[in-house]
């Protein structure tokens, strides 16, 4: 009997340990390469968030100036506060013009008085109207009131307390008022009460975003009435109840692919069918809920039926052995036990919606909305269209104004997730 050499299985174990080694090395890149694309992530994250804050939290304090304000009923032109065509008529722009002329009464020529005018907002004379409406007793009056500054005005002042003052579309004069306002302690940063209290203006410092989160959230409201009954109904009955065939086998394939459609080809749906065909008016929550509607239920349906298929079969078995029907089955098992699930597709899907804007782009959703929304077939916009909207305006001030909304949307979204996350870890059961 022949002994193999010691030679030959000593060559045996070096392999082996080399193999071992590159192996254990290789492993060990896939681990860094992993770390890596986290971190590369988290930093585009965060770089993508610092930008956005750091344009954005200037919005949420605005310019105020502070002036002497006479309510004149001569000046203003009525005579009853409780007659709305009277106040209609009323020049409410007087007062603010006055207390401006008072407190800089050197300023002569129909020039400088129209740069002085445009210290302060446009709509600076509604907000008195609404002041002393709400305090009639103010009529013939005078008060020290903190009036809204005008967009430019904000802007500089902002950028002249940050000490990179932006003057493009300021005068010699403009400035040199501004500096007299803030040695006399007459001008300030306050809150921007505005931002969550208005709908959408044409001027910077008078826009907000409370008519688009109400157009928001009737859409979104809409859309979980339609899209949750619906979609778990059908990711029960495909679940549960519908037989193996070609025909239900051709409806799953086609809710995996709907899942992965471009959310502006439910808008193009949503034009041709609910407003050309069925005539639903444009803008409205009705027609922005049907669309989103369309959109969101290949999401709830594929998590529903993912839910329902995580209960255990003996569940069914243990229901059905005692006497049970398939709808009792169904009803009072599978469907409770797979609830938890189901409600975190559906948070996720409707923050999915709220996110979207191209679909709701396609069914005019886009329009230029002031008044706040009061129910599901007032014109409405929502919140990521506001921010288009708002990207696409000239003006500077819109800059921070669309960061802002950004950042509340984001917020919205962090939420959402957040109680979806929270709901699942709370709910679920492990079997």
Do not use: C
Request: neutral net charge.
């Amino acid at each position: 009997m022949t002994k193999k050499p010691m030679t030959d299985s000593s060559n045996h174990l070096d392999k082996i340990k080399k193999s071992l080694s590159r192996r254990n090395r290789a492993e060990k890149r896939f681990r860094w390469y992993g770390r890596m694309a986290v971190f590369v992530g988290l930093a585009a994250v965060m770089v993508l968030f610092t930008d956005i804050i750091s344009k954005g939290h200037g919005a949420f304090r605005i310019t105020y100036v502070e002036l002497q304000v006479t309510y004149d009923q001569d000046m203003i032109g009525v005579e009853n506060l409780t007659d709305p065509a009277q106040l209609a008529l009323g020049d409410w722009e007087a007062l603010s013009k006055a207390a401006l002329r008072n407190e800089f009464g050197d300023v002569s020529g129909r020039r400088d008085k129209r740069k002085l005018y445009g210290l302060i907002s446009s709509g600076a004379g509604y907000d008195l109207k609404d002041r002393l409406l709400a305090n009639p007793l103010l009529l013939g009056e005078t008060e020290n009131v903190w009036i809204l500054a005008d967009d430019d005005i904000d802007t500089y002042y902002k950028s002249w307390l940050d000490g990179e003052p932006y003057a493009a579309r300021m005068s010699a004069k403009q400035i040199q008022w501004i500096d007299e306002l803030h040695a006399q302690g007459k001008i300030r940063l306050q809150f921007n009460s505005n931002l969550f209290t208005r709908g959408d203006s044409r001027e910077p410092e008078q826009a907000g975003i409370r008519g688009a989160v109400m157009g928001s959230l009737l859409v979104l409201i809409l859309t979980l009435m339609l899209s949750f009954p619906i979609g778990v109904s059908a990711a029960i009955y495909l679940e549960e109840f519908a037989p193996r065939n070609r025909w239900t086998d051709f409806i799953e394939v086609n809710i995996n692919n709907l899942a992965a459609v471009p959310s502006i080809i439910f808008g193009l749906l949503g034009l041709a069918i609910f407003i050309n065909f069925f005539h639903v008016p444009r803008s409205v929550p009705i027609v922005g809920g049907l669309v989103l509607t369309l959109m969101t239920l290949p999401t709830i349906i594929i998590t529903s039926r993912a839910a329902i298929k995580s209960v255990p079969p003996s569940i069914r078995e243990a229901a059905m052995g005692m006497g049970a029907s398939k709808s009792q089955v169904v009803l009072h098992h599978v469907l409770p036990l797979s609830l938890p699930g189901m409600l975190t597709g559906a948070i996720i899907g409707m923050a999915q919606a709220l996110g979207e804007s191209a679909p709701l782009l396609m069914i005019g959703m886009v329009a230029f909305i002031v008044d706040i929304p009061a129910g599901f077939s007032d014109p409405a916009t929502v919140l990521p269209v506001q921010i288009f909207l708002w990207a696409d305006s000239p003006e500077r001030a819109f800059i921070e104004k669309t960061s802002a909304a950004i950042m509340v949307l984001l917020s919205f979204l962090i939420v959402m997730n957040t109680v979806a996350v929270w709901l699942r870890k709370r709910l679920e059961r492990r079997w």
